[in-house]
């Protein structure tokens, strides 16, 4: 059964240093996310991506964070410059369609710990 | 997205039907019920989802009232792998409708051996 798959699985970084995320999602899929969660708090979203751009956004996705499809099968997150406070699961996850008409499927996250 | 609200933690035993409600009682005519778990601290894992008809498929069942304010996920036979968080969502399932899943607190089920 196709899956997300994400790497690494968990990244230890020093505050103020730049991290990329990366995630390949489902082969045929078009549409791709990245959610985040605190240890202890809900899943959050952060960003959508189709069509080599952003879809939508949340408060949380700042100025820090940006997002890409380098190839056609790599979706990357990356965190400028990391803060303390973004240290949380990081979920990528994908859907063949729509966000609103189709399913999302997700990763098995990466785990971000900034030190 | 309509709110909903699930119970915070349910036990059940193994081998016995695991049956988790969620109210959604400002649920529009064009949103669906969505349902995803989350077991330990993994991605959260796609259940099943429906509009206005119960729904099956291998992992799960889901009933919808008739007025649509509520639902439960059924696990039928639930094995201690079930032990997870379980999220409710609501989602508009129409053009220029929010893409995002908005993740409450969800259920978390215990499954006792």
């Known amino acids: 059964e196709p899956e997300v798959t994400q790497t690494p699985s968990h990244q230890v970084t020093q505050m103020g240093q730049e991290v990329i995320l990366r995630c390949v999602p489902i082969?045929?899929?078009?549409?791709f996310y990245w959610y985040r969660q605190i240890l202890g708090q809900k899943v959050e979203f952060l960003v959508s991506f189709y069509n080599n751009e952003i879809s939508e956004k949340s408060e949380i996705f700042d100025d820090q964070f940006s997002v890409e499809r380098p190839d056609g099968s790599n979706f990357t997150l990356k965190i400028r410059s990391t803060k303390l406070e973004d240290s949380a699961m990081y979920f990528c996850?994908?859907?063949?369609?729509?966000?609103?008409?189709?399913?999302?499927?997700f990763g098995p996250g990466t785990r971000l710990t900034v030190l | 997205d309509a709110k909903t609200t699930q119970p915070t933690s349910m036990d059940c035993a193994e081998g016995r039907a695991a049956n988790l409600p969620c109210n959604h009682s400002?649920?529009?005519?064009?949103?669906?019920v969505y349902w995803y778990r989350q077991i330990h601290s993994q991605g959260p894992q796609y259940i099943i989802h429906?509009?206005?008809n119960n729904e099956t498929n291998e992992m799960a069942s889901l009933i919808i009232t008739e007025d649509r304010k509520s639902s439960t996920l059924i696990l039928p036979h639930a094995t201690l792998r079930d032990t997870a968080v379980y999220y409710c969502?609501?989602?508009?399932?129409?053009?220029?409708?929010?893409?995002?899943?908005?993740f409450g607190k969800g259920t978390k089920l215990t499954v006792n051996p």
């Open positions: 082969s045929n899929h078009l549409y």
């Open positions: 969502i609501v989602r508009v399932a129409s053009q220029g409708g929010s893409e995002k899943l908005v």
């Open positions: 400002t649920i529009s005519g064009n949103e669906y």
């Open positions: 996850a994908s859907s063949a369609d729509r966000g609103w008409t189709d399913t999302q499927y």
């Open positions: 429906g509009l206005k």
